[in-house]
């Protein structure tokens, strides 16, 4: 958080900041406050950072320092804040565990809104605690209290830090004077008043003027440009006026976007609303815009010069016929904010001399019309595909047109214009034959190519007329409401374009989590069955939670940094190093040359040799005194390539046989007969996008020679530290007791940091062993993002053969995922997909058949769900497909054909389906399914433009790996003489609460209080060859070994307990050491039965299943594509609970990572194979805007899972999977939209199902009017790789 002082107004301004854009010169005379200045556990912990983890809204931690400053600077500013404000204070954070709910809950209890939640609105309330309170069958209770508000701290404003009284003064007293900071490469110039400002840009016409940075500062990080003087015009007071005039409103050039904003929002209440048109535009476009940190950075006068193709505020402030007031050595003069402007035409433009002191906004007049729209693939914090600002003036008293102006962002390189389509229409009367020559007007004046960067190219010619479409309705919606006023009466909307109105606002999420409570026998010292706080999740809120990169700098020190492919196949001709090697500070340069043992796996190697296989594939790296001097060689280093023929997608590699291993295959019945006895068969196929674990904390290793015996210490952010030993020892040439590996902690991995990790390990060790120093290899996020791969994209094709009464009878199944360059987990992920893809379903005749593609794109790896998701995804969608062919309703479809009772599966597995059957009634019930789908089809009914969805998927999802060997897992206790306890075992904390639980065991076990028992780090050191912590089993496994040990050590002390029970822990524990009793012991699990036969297609495949349900209700607008996630209802048979706020936070945080694969995120690559989704900007995962309004999780009480540790289960995965009820929900709505258009049949939604998607199947006669081009006849900016 930043906090400056203004002295005239005498006001302290505080507002939260993105550090990666701050330029430390910018910061002269500001208090800085991170969150370790808020509170830390050795002094005091904030309220904020208390409550955020007592509410369990940190997981792996890496987010929740962000998420505790965004809210301190809102709550600085507004003590009792709204919740509305609450929820705009977190727009710019992300989270990729928690699923953002219990985030929102912890800063509900800031709110100065005490009123109840909306449930209440639906006749029920998350504060009527009768509904949850109900005994269940055992006789326990059902809770719905997952922390305890009364134990909270109060907020104690005394305690906050005071703004420094230095810096006060300083800003007081001094007398302004230019301020320059003189760095290697940039000077920065800071002037006093506008005289100087316009001097300097007379000196350094082509230097920028940073005020904001966020769009300098990216191309300055992202683009490698370069200024050598920068001018910082923040001082000047001329660039913070706030004034309104006769004609509008005067905006300083250096007032931010939040000041606008806020200032807006004071002025439109006070001002007559024909005067506010153009203000509620630009209001409207700020409530989307960019998160609370940019819009406290970024400036209007940044805004207006940077211009931006897709930024929001230039097309509604050009439309509205803004003036900007210049300045420069020769004078001042006044320019139009217009549509020449923004084209940047030489005329119409600024001079190089020249800066915006302010820019004039006018009040809107009687007659004026202002619209502002805007789509992106996410609501808020992310760039509009296509925005839109559009205004008509009709002559007084009348519909015609005296003045029309429309222009569109998103379109091309610049802001463009229909001006001469507005002109041909001036002098026309607002109608429904001005809409259509309208439509076809501006649709032959604005083309986009069919290859134009960004793609979407049919949805982006959608889009214009789509939000023509709604302009036209709303400035007829608004003539009507003038008649009121006596004046001419024009025809309102009809009922069916009134739905068009109106685009989507977040609302404050809320939720209900039900879970059963221990038996009330149970001690209270017993933390078993509770929903204990994350262990480290007090740290995590402080900031004092030490991740890799946190570990400080050690002695001698270098860093690494990579040099990777840019081409997806080509042979390596030549690679010259020289000129890297000059870069001063730059030590060496390493490649395979240097390995001296085996350069990776026999799989993958770590450097690449001869040729390259992917673009983002290491090459070499370079390694420097400091990180920045490491990518400066990077740049240097030059590669000759000669190209080879790459194999990107799925059906490349299918039509040149490019694949790993086997065919997979399981079968059940016989499907040839099968089908001969069916009544109707369909055909189909169906594509599944990919994704990127998008984990919070990139790679990172820091590789530490011991100096004696080829010692080294490796601490590295991974989910398999085994493995990393094992390639590191190998890459070195050693023994793998010379490698130590430790991990404290990971900031979130879902199966990126099982492999790859191991490969950055053997990286930075071999330039460790080459160097003799230690080396620090961190990826940035763009790095990571391009080097490693994600989520399998599958491609699907079915044949199902049904009853018309809806049983299916026979499906033949076969499934293609795209498994990039290299093997890692695709051969074991293809055979999940194979043995997954029955999900809840009984099909006597069942045949599927999976294979995994070789390409040339990054490599494709683990990922939460390992293949089911894609796999179920792809069998919900043939279950859809069966519903719509037969009539039937598809809730219907899938309890006719659900496993009931004992069964088999199809590789001859017995389970028994009873709590899959409970898990849909209940979720039935909870969802109150059939009253809402009544309610759903009424809405549809009613409303034309938007339509509503709602679907409820089971789910059977199988734990663990279908080896034995792979659920093996050792631990070791140590009892100290003063009674305290430190456990270690073989598991990985990446945020899923593995340590707290088991600490929580051995708490049971030993029967002592929890706060005697100590997790430190997951090291090879004290656990040799832990399996990777993966596949929901690790606290299972793990749990087992936990309380084995435990239980050897009880044991030990059984005869001193027994002769002294009276005794305290302490006596005993003293007693035991004075009596030579060993008070350590190591714990093992050999790990469940499982023994898959491929050659048979038969086994116990998997330990066990977790069934589950869903519902989930949205609704879409048919002319955006985008969509309201209302409703979701998860009922989630978990057994005991070992920790419910554990659990219940994996299955939250899993579904919203669900709702972003299947609704979202996309992952998009060129036609070479370049990936373009390389950060925040244009990849887009779930934010606080993208979870149901209602969120409930209900944990099905009485069930008992006996192979597992007390009777618990492992759900870090199964919830993603029922994300795709919003998938279906979608789908659902876009059946409704279909069948009122009399679009029959039978059709495909693939995954994805973005904004784009949900636009263009939901036709209509603009997505008919839109050019379209023929497949084959130009070259996409993208290609499709499932
Ligand atoms: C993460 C992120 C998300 C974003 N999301 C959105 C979004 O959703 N919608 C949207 O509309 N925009 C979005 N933006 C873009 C944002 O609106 C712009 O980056 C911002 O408005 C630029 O303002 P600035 O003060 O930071 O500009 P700076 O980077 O400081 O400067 C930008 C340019 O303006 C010039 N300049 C600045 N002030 C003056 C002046 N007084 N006179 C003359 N020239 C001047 C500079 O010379 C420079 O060339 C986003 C940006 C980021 C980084
Ligand atoms: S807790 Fe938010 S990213 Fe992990």
């Not at 939640?117 to 069958?137: F, H, I, M, W, Y």
């Not at 209007?300 to 050009?318: E, F, K």
């Not at 923004?342 to 809107?364: F, G, M, Q, T, W």
């Not at 293609?816 to 093997?823: E, K, P, R, S, V």
Request: glycine content about 8%.
């Amino acid at each position: 958080m930043i906090s400056t002082y203004e002295p005239t107004s005498k006001k302290i301004r505080h507002y939260p900041a993105n550090s990666c854009l701050l330029p430390i010169c910018s910061l002269h005379g500001s208090a800085v406050t991170t969150v370790e200045g808020l509170g830390s556990t050795k002094t005091r912990v904030h309220p904020i950072q208390e409550r955020l983890a007592k509410c369990h809204g940190s997981q792996c931690g890496f987010c929740t320092p962000g998420m505790v400053m965004s809210m301190y600077a809102l709550l600085r500013n507004h003590p009792e804040p709204s919740m509305e404000q609450i929820t705009a204070a977190l727009d710019g954070n992300l989270c990729r565990c928690t699923g953002y709910r219990p985030i929102i809950d912890t800063y509900k209890s800031f709110s100065g809104e005490k009123g109840c939640c909306p449930l209440r609105g639906t006749g029920q309330c998350c504060l009527d605690k009768e509904d949850v309170c109900a005994a269940s069958d055992k006789g326990n209770q059902m809770l719905s209290d997952l922390c305890i508000p009364e134990e909270f701290q109060p907020i104690d404003p005394t305690q906050e830090f005071i703004f420094p009284p230095e810096l006060m003064r300083m800003a007081q007293q001094q007398t302004k004077r230019t301020l320059v900071f003189y760095g290697e490469r940039t000077t920065w110039i800071s002037p006093a008043n506008l005289c100087e400002l316009v001097e300097l840009k007379a000196m350094y016409p082509k230097a920028p003027l940073v005020v904001g940075n966020t769009s300098v500062g990216l191309e300055m990080k992202l683009a490698g440009v370069h200024h050598s003087i920068i001018i910082h015009p923040t001082r000047i007071p001329e660039l913070h006026v706030v004034s309104n005039t006769n004609h509008g409103l005067v905006v300083g050039a250096a007032c931010c976007l939040a000041q606008l904003r806020d200032t807006l929002m004071k002025v439109v209440p006070e001002l007559p609303e024909e005067k506010t048109q153009i203000f509620r535009a630009l209001l409207l476009q700020l409530k989307t815009l960019a998160g609370e940190q940019i819009r406290s950075l970024a400036s209007i006068g940044g805004h207006i010069a940077g211009r931006g193709s897709t930024w929001d505020l230039n097309p509604v402030l050009a439309v509205g016929r803004s003036l900007l007031n210049l300045a420069s050595k020769d004078g001042t003069r006044q320019i139009p904010l217009n549509d020449r402007f923004l084209a940047r035409h030489e005329n119409a433009d600024l001079k190089p001399k020249e800066v915006i002191v302010s820019v004039l906004i006018p009040y809107s007049k009687k007659d004026d019309f202002v619209s502002a729209f805007r789509q992106a693939e996410r609501r808020k914090n992310a760039l509009s595909v296509v925005n839109s600002g559009m205004r008509v003036l009709f002559k007084p008293n009348t519909d015609i047109i005296m003045d029309l102006n429309i222009l569109y962002g998103g379109i091309g390189p610049t802001t463009v214009s229909a001006r001469k389509s507005c002109q041909r229409l001036i002098g026309r009367q607002w109608n429904e034959q001005l809409l259509d020559d309208a439509c076809k007007l501006v649709l032959g004046e604005i083309s986009l190519p069919p290859s134009a960067p960004g793609g979407k190219v049919e949805y982006r010619r959608t889009l214009l007329v789509s939000f023509l479409f709604k302009f036209y309705l709303e400035v007829l919606h608004g003539l009507n409401k003038m008649v009121r006023t006596g004046r001419t009466k024009y025809p309102d909307l009809s009922k069916k374009n009134m739905s068009a109105l109106g685009a989507f606002h977040c609302e404050t999420p809320q939720g209900v989590q039900t879970y059963e409570d221990v038996d009330p026998a149970q001690s209270l010292q017993d933390p078993v069955g509770r929903p204990i706080m994350h262990q480290s999740g007090v740290k995590h809120a402080t900031g004092e939670a030490v991740y890799c990169n946190d570990i400080r700098a050690v002695d001698e020190e270098l860093f690494l940094a990579v040099v990777t492919s840019s081409r997806a196949h080509a042979k390596i001709v030549t690679i010259d190093v020289s000129e890297a090697l000059k870069v001063p500070g730059v030590v060496d340069v390493v490649t395979a040359g240097d390995v001296p043992g085996i350069n990776g796996t026999y799989y993958e190697q770590a450097f690449a040799q001869n040729e390259v296989i992917c673009v983002g594939q290491i090459v070499c790296a370079v390694v420097a005194e400091s990180a920045v001097q490491a990518k400066q060689g990077v740049e240097k280093v030059k590669i000759e390539y000669e190209n080879l023929e790459p194999i990107l997608t799925i059906e490349d590699a299918i039509k040149h046989n490019s694949y790993f291993g086997k065919e997979k295959k399981v079968e059940q019945g016989n499907i040839e007969e099968g089908f001969k006895s069916v009544d109707q068969i369909i055909e189909g196929e169906i594509h599944i996008g990919g994704q990127e674990h998008f984990y919070l904390e990139t790679n990172s290793v820091l590789v530490v020679p011991r100096g004696e015996d080829n010692e080294m210490d490796v601490y590295v952010s991974t989910q398999d530290a085994a493995l990393v030993q094992v390639l590191v020892a190998l890459a070195l040439n050693v023994q793998s007791s010379k490698i130590m590996c430790h991990t404290k902690r990971v900031g979130g991995s879902f199966g990126g940091k099982i492999t790859k990790p191991a490969y950055f390990a053997v990286i930075a060790a071999v330039a460790a062993n080459k160097t003799g120093r230690p080396i620090r290899f961190t990826l940035e996020r763009n790095e990571d993002m391009l080097i490693t791969g994600g989520r399998h994209p599958l491609s699907g094709k079915y044949k199902v053969g049904f009853m018309n009464d809806g049983r299916i009878t026979a499906a033949d199944i076969e499934c293609y995922i795209n498994g990039g360059c290299t093997l890692h987990e695709s051969e074991v992920v293809i055979e999940y997909v194979v043995l997954k893809t029955d999900n809840a379903y009984n099909i006597p005749n069942f045949r599927v058949r999976g294979r995994a593609c070789k390409t040339n794109l990054p490599s494709n790896t683990a990922f939460r769900g390992f293949g089911f998701p894609q796999a179920c995804l792809f069998t919900e969608s043939w279950i859809a497909a069966v519903a719509t062919q037969t009539g039937l309703p598809h809730e219907k479809i899938r309890e006719i054909n659900m496993y009931k009772g004992v069964n088999l599966t199809p590789y001859k597995e017995e389970f028994d389906a009873t709590n899959l059957v409970k898990c849909w009634n209940e979720c039935m019930a909870k969802s109150e399914y059939y009253s809402r789908k009544t309610a759903v089809e009424e809405f549809n009914k009613q409303n034309y433009w938007k339509k509503k969805g709602i679907a409820i998927i089971p789910m059977k999802f199988s734990v663990g790996t279908n080896a034995t060997q792979y659920h093996q897992a050792a631990a070791l206790v140590h009892i100290y003489t003063d009674g305290s306890v430190l456990v270690t075992h073989g598991g990985i904390e990446m945020g899923q609460g593995i340590h707290t639980k088991m600490l929580q065991i051995a708490s049971r076990e030993l029967n002592v209080p929890l706060s005697y028992v100590h997790f430190c780090e997951t090291s090879t050191v004290t656990v040799p060859n832990a399996i990777v912590t993966a596949g929901s089993v690790g606290s299972d496994v793990n749990g087992k070994a936990v309380q084995n040990a435990c239980q050897i050590l009880r044991k030990r002390l059984e005869p001193i307990i027994n002769k002294n029970p009276g005794g305290k822990w302490e006596d005993w524990i003293t007693e035991a050491h004075a009596q030579s009793v060993s008070l350590s012991a190591t714990g093992y699990f050999r790990g469940y039965v499982a023994n898959m036969n491929w050659d048979t297609g038969e086994g116990q495949a998997f330990p066990y299943f977790v069934f589950g349900a869903a519902c989930s209700e949205v609704e879409i607008d048919c002319l955006t594509g985008d969509h309201k996630n209302i409703r979701t209802d998860i009922v989630m048979d978990a057994c005991f609970s070992i920790n419910p706020a554990v659990d219940i936070g994996q299955i939250e945080g899993a579904f919203v990572q669900g709702v972003g694969l299947y609704t979202m995120e996309e992952i998009k690559f060129s036609p070479e194979g370049e990936q373009y989704t390389l950060g925040p900007d244009t990849y887009k995962i779930p934010a606080v805007c993208d979870i149901p309004q209602q969120l409930r999780v209900y944990l099905l009480p009485n069930s008992q899972n006996s192979i597992a540790i007390y009777s618990s289960k492992g759900v870090g995965e199964a919830g993603l999977f029922l994300g795709c009820s919003v998938f279906f929900a979608i789908r659902d709505a876009v059946a409704a939209v279909r069948k009122e258009r009399r679009l029959t049949g039978t059709f495909t939604l693939n995954s994805p199902l973005t904004v784009e998607r949900i636009r263009m199947a939901c036709t209509d006669n603009f997505t008919e009017m839109i050019p379209k081009d023929k497949p084959g006849t130009y070259k996409p900016w993208a290609i499709d790789i499932a």
